[in-house]
């Protein structure tokens, strides 16, 4: 498919966050592949969401946990042969629970599909960028990487900071290709999957807040889309914490 616009891959882009990242960059001019594992409706919506003001997406499906699927994702997204920014946004779903109930097998599929999200998607998304000379990924972490601890987060925790890492070294080897890689971490965000809780603690949360409030996924996805531009053109290898302050005044 030809296309005079630049190409974004969202993962995990029909809801929360991915899909307020999806709207974002169409919004800049991207065009946009919405990726969506089973909710095709939802992938569906943010489509013809993003085609209603005038821009230009398409929904793929796959499992970006599987090799093979992720890089035919990878292969369908990239128009021409060209990709310009990749957001690594979907990641592994879990339960949060305490480390002495928490099963080794839990523990270890956590971190390894963390890092299974992005791995493929990264290597090939580097041999298609890298042939243009310039490109862009970003991944979207956790706040809750760096702590402080939270009951029965021990796994996402320890997957989200491995996914810190394995992103600053994919920055040390790609910025010599014209690439930049930066990582977002949101804190709390109200989305579907954190609609479960309690108004109250939603509410003391943003208490200790400075800005006096928690993020909507719109938050997150403008800060996602600044390091896609060119306005970020010198930054890379950085982790960029989307908590309105909290972790100022935590601890």
Request: with cysteine.
């Amino acid at each position: 498919m030809t296309t005079s616009r630049p190409t974004a891959l969202v993962t995990g882009g029909s809801r929360g966050i991915g899909a307020a990242t999806s709207r974002e960059l169409a919004a800049r001019g991207y065009r946009v592949a919405v990726n969506y594992f089973s909710d095709r409706q939802s992938a569906e919506q943010v489509v013809k969401a993003i085609q209603a003001d005038g821009g230009e997406a398409f929904a793929l499906q796959a499992d970006v946990h599987d090799p093979d699927q992720a890089a035919e994702l990878l292969q369908r997204s990239a128009a021409d042969g060209r990709l310009d920014v990749l957001v690594c946004n979907a990641g592994a779903r879990f339960t949060p629970t305490p480390v002495q109930n928490l099963a080794w097998e839990d523990f270890r599929a956590k971190v390894t599909d963390e890092l299974a999200s992005a791995y493929t998607l990264t290597q090939r998304a580097l041999t298609l960028m890298a042939a243009r000379g310039q490109g862009r990924i970003v991944y979207v972490s956790s706040a809750v990487a760096d702590g402080p601890p939270a009951p029965g987060m021990a796994a996402h925790g320890t997957a989200k900071a491995a996914l810190n890492a394995f992103a600053r070294f994919v920055a040390y080897e790609a910025g010599p290709l014209g690439i930049n890689v930066n990582v977002v971490a949101p804190g709390f965000v109200r989305t579907e999957a954190s609609a479960h809780m309690p108004q109250e603690f939603q509410q003391r949360l943003a208490e200790r807040t400075p800005l006096r409030r928690v993020a909507e996924p719109e938050d997150v996805a403008r800060v996602i889309a600044m390091l896609a531009g060119e306005e970020t053109g010198f930054l890379t290898g950085e982790v960029l914490t989307v908590d309105g302050g909290h972790g100022v005044v935590r601890g």
